[in-house]
């Protein structure tokens, strides 16, 4: 079946504009996840959705990032007046319903965010 | 806290030699589950394999195979007879049951060279 998309795959924005990151997960997965990856700082956790539940936002790195999720399936991640340490890859992650333990991730393609 | 460390920045090698990318982990919790990703040239993160606190049998997939050991914190991994399409970033990751997000190590990026 297909995997987990996103778009856009390149974004090149200017500083202080924002920008909006679509993430649309495995059919049928319940959790879905963002996270940055750049050169000096590797993986970092954003975001955590879980089915209707309140998300876990402890990783968002400032009041600028924000993200949603509408109807339990396709999400957005927005970053407000964009800066650039904001550039990086950002990859989206949707697992099946947590059935026994913590299930694997499945991560998108990512959106590689430059902000000149 | 928990901590993921992958002391090998870079490994090269030739192919059809065996190399072992190395994972050690730090974590209060007595329930947790290890994994470790994939990422070719390409970019996309690709599973390879998830290991819960309470299973330390090791496992082989083809030419790949893990060994955990909780009395040292090490998920290691093994590639046997590497190949050209072997080279990629390696990532270990933790997840316990105090969180939901993977904590990944910092990779370890393998050339496998003809």
């Known amino acids: 079946g297909a995997g987990v998309s996103q778009s856009p795959s390149n974004k090149v924005t200017e500083k202080g504009k924002d920008v909006e990151l679509r993430c649309d997960p495995i059919s049928g997965h319940t959790a879905l996840y963002w996270y940055r990856q750049s050169l000096g700082q590797g993986l970092e956790f954003l975001i955590y959705?879980?089915?209707?539940?309140?998300?876990?936002k402890s990783g968002l790195p400032s009041d600028r990032f924000s993200a949603e999720r509408t109807g339990g399936s396709v999400s957005t991640l927005t970053i407000q007046r964009t800066q650039q340490e904001d550039s990086a890859v950002y990859l989206c992650?949707?697992?099946?319903?947590?059935?026994?333990?913590?299930?694997?991730?499945?991560f998108g393609p990512g959106t590689r965010l430059t902000v000149t | 806290a928990q901590k993921v460390t992958q002391a090998q920045t870079e490994i090269s090698v030739v192919e059809k030699e065996d190399v072992t990318l190395d994972c050690v982990y730090e974590t209060r919790d007595t329930t947790y589950y290890l994994f470790w990703y994939k990422q070719p040239p390409s970019g996309e993160l690709v599973f390879l394999i998830r290991?819960?606190?309470?299973?330390?049998q090791n496992e082989i997939s083809g030419r790949y195979s893990w060994n955990f050991q909780k009395s040292t914190s090490s998920f290691n991994f093994t590639i046997t007879a590497s190949q050209v399409v072997d080279s990629a970033v390696y990532f270990c990751?933790?997840?316990?049951?105090?969180?939901?997000?993977?904590?990944f190590g910092k990779g370890t990026s393998l050339l496998v060279t003809p």
């Open positions: 959705f879980q089915g209707n539940s309140a998300p876990d």
């Open positions: 992650a949707s697992s099946p319903p947590r059935l026994a333990g913590f299930n694997e991730q499945y």
């Open positions: 990751a933790l997840i316990s049951n105090s969180g939901y997000a993977l904590n």
């Open positions: 290991r819960n606190s309470f299973d330390e």
